[in-house]
């Protein structure tokens, strides 16, 4: 079976985003004046040998020669030595114009094919897909179902959730509050006194006498009133120590005497 001819033949192909690439002889002499010769080597997997760079290469020629010929060629777009180096490949249709294929960047000696943008979207969506699934999985696995108490949840066969339940329904030990500093009271202070003038507390007002008269003339009747009460006081005070003179004998009311009952005097 031909694998071409089904379109399987790109599926064997292994992805390059999965790939590194580097040489052990090249990387404590690597710098920005042979970082296109390191990029160049035959068993570099990202180099296509068909490029423009190889003919200038073959030709022992500048690679200033680049921008007047059309075709694949690599240069270097970013140079931070000596960690880093930034290697495009491009297609060039004109001097002045040139299409970007791929991207490659070289860190510590090992080259790495940057991903692109939709290679990016579709790794994080599929590792957000399979989180989310993985979570509904674990959780449908310990939701329990009976006809009369209708759903409930079941974690005794997860011996971890299981023992944090029960630690949970424990009594808690209260959490000690942190104590303040000095600086966050101040802070604080300075907040409070910086709302108050601009939003000053109100005045009370002062309320009118209903009555339309002098606040002294109505303590003066208060004072007289409580004058009339105490007298009235007074009198009454009187009219109980005169119930309670005592009768004939020498003894007051309510007193034991030899007095019969029917001659007793009756208030």
């Not at 991903?115 to 790794?123: G, W």
């Not at 966050?184 to 409070?192: W, Y």
Request: aromatic share 8%; with cysteine; net charge negative.
């Amino acid at each position: 079976m031909n694998p071409g001819r089904l379109g399987l033949a790109p599926l064997l192909q292994e992805n390059p985003l999965w790939i590194s690439w580097h040489d052990s002889n090249w990387i404590p002499v690597l710098n920005p004046g042979n970082v296109m010769d390191y990029f160049s080597e035959k068993s570099n997997p990202f180099y296509d040998r068909t490029c423009n760079n190889e003919i200038v290469r073959m030709q022992r020629q500048s690679l200033e020669l680049l921008n007047n010929m059309t075709g694949v060629e690599y240069i270097p777009l970013h140079v931070q030595d000596p960690i880093l180096y930034v290697i495009r490949k491009q297609h060039r249709h004109s001097p002045t114009e040139a299409t970007p294929m791929a991207d490659y960047y070289i860190i510590a000696g090992t080259v790495y094919q940057a991903p692109d943008l939709a290679s990016v979207f579709n790794s994080r969506i599929l590792s957000t897909v399979h989180h989310l699934q993985t979570a509904f999985d674990e959780a449908s696995s310990y939701s329990r179902y009976h006809p009369s108490k209708g759903y409930s949840w079941d974690f005794s066969s997860n011996k971890a959730i299981a023992e944090k339940t029960k630690t949970q329904t424990k009594k808690e030990a209260p959490v000690k509050e942190e104590p303040s500093s000095i600086f966050q009271r101040q802070r604080v202070d300075m907040l409070l006194g910086d709302l108050l003038r601009k939003f000053p507390l109100p005045l009370p007002q002062m309320t009118n006498n209903p009555t339309g008269g002098n606040p002294s003339d109505a303590g003066n009747a208060s004072n007289n009133q409580g004058g009339a009460a105490g007298d009235s006081d007074h009198v009454g005070t009187d009219t109980t120590l005169i119930k309670q003179e005592p009768t004939e004998g020498g003894v007051g009311r309510g007193g034991n005497n030899d007095v019969p009952p029917e001659k007793k005097m009756k208030l």
